[in-house]
């Protein structure tokens, strides 16, 4: 598709995720005209960036779809990549938006009264614009990975697929979030060769809370409330081999698995590896995180006067003893045998394609109410102000994607 210079567009949505089909989805409730420009390929990110087993790690009764919600299994089960993918194109061609994928902008910038988009198909004039990439839109590799050498396998955990693309020896994963537990643990479930997982600062996620999925508690701290009703976790959830799978994936199971745990990785030097000594502090400081965290959930179910089984399902959830790990500060890689990394270090911004004056110092987006800024561009997909002066650490994910296009869109029709 080639842009019709002369044609105006009310909205161009940019950004072909699933928070950009939402604000299709919303738009088009409104009778507003609007087109999608996708980077890639429409949910790229679901199709193509996902690992061969990946699950997500919220159950099925908090992905809120609009318009296919009751399609969606009501249970605390967990959908594999390729499932969510199949029921977000049923949303999407549900939706049938116009959209243009594989084009880059190369340029957002306001020409008199109208915004101009420089892409590689040539410029698109709107009215308005919504971005919907996400904040973290970018795959991060620390700089500390052009200092090793070109014979060890590098790639980021958006490229991993599966165990099969690994060379043959060791792995090194670095991040301890969610995605670098889930890697390591097959990683090592396919190999005799040393896996290690590298931690640095933490932000554990409570994996249950008062019988609910913790994923639930950190929408709702961040904000976000529509959805389906909660679904608490029951005794016969202990039963469902999905469930228990996906709720054990943790440090315990890493290291019970044989993955082997250090601090965080500070440096490459020659072949050799160089790691802090934090690691205890790291796990004493995520203690202590989540300690806080149950207690601001705390206040949110005296605040919203939820009636809970007062008796915890147990799941058996084993933590880490620190006294019992063997702190790895040094690793020689022809030594070790080790012959990949897995860099599963997230995302950051980049929105230096947008010339318009509405960021700050740090380069995120300058909000009112969380979605509009003082230009005729609004954003969606962000994270939300959970209390006044404090900015949530948490996510939107396919819990509060679709309100948080909603509003969005809410947003831009009553801005005039």
Request: aromatic share 10%; glycine share 8%.
């Amino acid at each position: 598709m080639r842009p019709n210079e002369t044609e105006v567009y009310p909205v161009i949505i940019i950004g072909g995720g699933p928070c950009g089909l939402a604000a299709s989805y919303y738009l088009k409730e409104k009778g507003i005209k609007h087109i999608i420009i996708e980077k890639n390929e429409m949910l790229q990110t679901w199709k193509n960036e996902r690992w061969d087993s990946f699950h997500l790690i919220s159950p099925n009764w908090m992905t809120n779809i609009p318009g296919i919600k009751s399609r969606i299994p009501y249970n605390n089960e967990y959908m594999s990549g390729k499932e969510i993918y199949k029921y977000l194109k049923e949303f999407m061609d549900m939706v049938d938006p116009d959209y243009l994928e594989n084009t880059s902008i190369n340029k957002l910038y306001k020409a008199e009264s109208l915004y101009k988009l420089e892409t590689d198909q040539g410029i698109f004039h709107a009215q308005k614009v919504i971005v919907a990439i996400g904040l973290f839109n970018q795959p991060f590799i620390p700089p500390v990975a052009e200092e090793l050498g070109k014979d060890i396998y590098q790639v980021h955990s958006s490229q991993y697929k599966n165990p099969n693309q690994l060379k043959p020896g060791g792995t090194l994963i670095v991040g301890g979030g969610c995605s670098g537990v889930q890697i390591a643990l097959e990683v090592k479930q396919h190999t005799e060769n040393a896996v290690y997982l590298s931690l640095g600062s933490m932000r554990p996620i409570p994996v249950i809370y008062r019988n609910v999925n913790g994923m639930y508690w950190l929408n709702r701290l961040s904000g976000f409330s529509s959805g389906k009703p909660i679904l608490p976790y029951r005794d016969k959830d202990l039963c469902n081999k999905n469930i228990q799978n996906v709720i054990s994936q943790n440090l315990f199971s890493c290291l019970a698995s044989g993955v082997k745990l250090t601090g965080r990785f500070t440096k490459g030097q020659g072949t050799e590896l160089m790691f802090s000594n934090s690691l205890c502090n790291a796990l004493e400081r995520s203690n202590t995180y989540m300690r806080s965290i149950e207690k601001r959930i705390d206040k949110e179910i005296k605040r919203m006067a939820l009636n809970l089984p007062s008796l915890q399902v147990d799941f058996n959830l084993k933590t880490i003893n620190c006294d019992n790990i063997n702190l790895i500060q040094k690793l020689d890689m022809i030594e070790h045998d080790i012959q990949n990394i897995i860099w599963c270090t997230g995302y950051k911004p980049d929105y230096s394609w947008i010339m318009l004056d509405i960021f700050n110092a740090l380069g995120e987006p300058e909000l009112i109410d969380g979605y509009a800024t003082k230009e005729d561009v609004f954003f969606c997909g962000l994270r939300l102000l959970s209390e006044s002066k404090e900015k949530s650490t948490f996510g939107v994910g396919l819990y509060a994607f679709a309100e948080s296009a909603k509003r969005a869109v809410e947003a831009l029709t009553a801005k005039r």
